[in-house]
């Protein structure tokens, strides 16, 4: 019984659809970040979420696919939408495409569009094909913290909010899935991730709007707010380490390791190779939001391809202390 309840909620896939099936919420793995799922269909399922979150109602939710056939049951895909799923799908991308009927106002806070995404962790292609359902979830943090790439990580934050978790190791990409808009001209990127804009650009033979959101008032993705992914402590962003104080002795993230580690030095990646220290990133920074008492830097990444993604949340990060 001691075991069972501190094995709670932690759980398999099939019980997991269940929990799916008759409403429930939960922790699931994504090869972004994890998801906190719910059946798409079900308006009070898709409510439970956003009281769990604290997220408010005008932030509209992606919803998660298994194939094309349930793809196409819940948006219309336009040709330039079909090859980009051909190429991208199942994958870290996310298309704002023209919405089906089955999908409620209160998943697409009343847009006619709907995010849609193909994820390829395995487990969750394999629960949202044992659910039958389209799966909304948003990345499963409290609103505006940084998202969770650990099972662990759900827990801590809202293990007492919801039904259950699926624990399917660490996020192998670390940051959330590229957004473009399919339904503007031109075509938008919405928010950079590990699909870069040139790759995106390339199969589909023509540019993206790539100009960061202007009008927050009437943000197309509360993502994009400038405050946003943030930890609590203070942090502050370099690129050159000579621009830290020298008098500065909390911790220091460093993009790769440094060449004499300090006890207070940390590093997203042992050689500065990007995808690996997008993959730690989340976690680096929840880590030493728990233990810096004055606030720590971090060291820009090189900004292209997933670096781009990186210095995106990582700016947001920052912004909260500027106001
Ligand atoms: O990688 C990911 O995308 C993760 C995993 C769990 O799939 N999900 C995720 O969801 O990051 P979330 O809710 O944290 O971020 C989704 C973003 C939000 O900023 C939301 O505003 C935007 O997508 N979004 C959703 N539907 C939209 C729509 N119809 N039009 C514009 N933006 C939309
Ligand atoms: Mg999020």
């Known amino acids: 019984m001691k075991d069972f309840k501190q094995q709670r909620p932690f759980c398999d896939i099939n019980v997991a659809a269940d ?8 922790g699931v793995p994504t090869e972004t970040v994890y998801g906190l799922a719910c059946d798409a269909t079900n308006e009070s ?10 997220r408010p109602f005008i932030d509209p939710l992606i919803v998660h696919v298994c194939d094309m056939e349930m793809a196409e049951s819940v948006a219309h895909f336009s040709d330039d939408a079909k090859k980009l799923a051909e190429k991208f799908w199942a994958g870290p991308l996310t298309m704002i495409l023209p919405k089906k009927d089955c999908i409620g106002d209160i998943v697409t806070a009343g847009f006619d569009t709907v995010a849609v995404r193909m994820p390829s962790h395995p487990m969750m292609l394999e629960l949202i094909r044992k659910s039958g359902k389209p799966i909304s979830a948003p990345s499963a943090n409290p609103f505006g913290y940084v998202s969770p790439t650990t099972a662990e990580h759900v827990r801590e934050q809202l293990g007492d909010k919801i039904d259950f978790i699926v624990d399917g190791g660490e996020c192998k990409c670390g940051v959330e899935s590229t957004i473009v808009m399919m339904t503007s001209t031109p075509k938008k990127l919405l928010r950079p991730g590990p699909i870069s804009a040139q790759e995106i650009e390339s199969v589909l033979g023509e540019e993206l709007d790539k100009t960061p959101k202007k009008n927050e008032a009437h943000p197309q993705a509360p993502g994009m707010l400038k405050s946003h992914y943030s930890p609590k402590s203070r942090l502050t962003l370099f690129e050159n380490p000579e621009e830290i104080p020298s ?7 460093f993009f790769k390791r440094p060449e004499n580690p300090q006890s207070n ?12 220290s997008a993959r730690n990133l989340f976690a680096l920074l929840r880590k030493l939001d728990k233990i810096s008492q004055n606030g720590f830097y971090c060291q820009k990444a090189p900004n292209t391809d997933i670096g781009v993604a990186i210095n995106d949340r990582l700016a947001r990060a920052e912004t909260k202390f500027d106001k």
């Open 265 to 276: 030095h940390y590093w997203l990646s042992e050689n500065g190779n990007p995808q690996e």
């Open 247 to 253: 008098s500065f002795s909390g911790e220091i993230i």
């Open 45 to 54: 399922a898709v409510r439970k979420i956003f009281s769990a979150k604290g």
């Open 19 to 26: 929990f799916i099936l008759s409403g429930g919420i939960g």
